[in-house]
């Protein structure tokens, strides 16, 4: 499956962005989807993940309550809603896809990334 991701730009804190990402090829609704993001500097690191019928998610502690994943395998697309943004999630977020995972939270996971979308949040 290919992965395309898009949506990203510069925000002010406080702010809200969504990202999208969009499959190709292979059945992209059997697929889990998450989203990952590395700051310069510092390791990549898993920030949502949805199953591929919707019905469950994953986030990371530092997004909890302010991001929301979503998919539309309709569209075969995913979705990244980014709320009361801060300065500290400015990264490039990267789109991430797989069958069967054991650990969603792991980038490794996943085999199949899209090329990433910089978000920028200015204080």
């Known amino acids: 499956v290919q992965l395309q991701a898009s949506g990203g730009g510069l925000v002010q804190a406080g702010g809200s962005l969504r990202v999208s990402c969009v499959a190709s090829g292979r059945t992209f609704s059997r697929y889990v989807m998450g989203w990952f993001r590395q700051a310069p500097g510092k390791e990549r690191e898993f920030v949502a993940a949805v199953s591929w019928s919707g019905a469950n998610t994953w986030y990371a502690d530092s997004v909890k309550g302010r991001f929301t994943i979503s998919r539309d395998n309709a569209k075969n697309t995913g979705y990244l809603q980014m709320n009361s943004l801060k300065p500290e999630d400015t990264a490039v977020y990267y789109c991430?896809?797989?069958?069967?995972?054991?650990?969603?939270?792991?980038?490794?996971?996943?085999?199949?990334w899209g090329q990433g979308t910089q978000v920028t949040v200015s204080s």
């Open positions: 991430a896809a797989d069958q069967a995972l054991k650990v969603v939270t792991a980038d490794a996971a996943y085999r199949y």
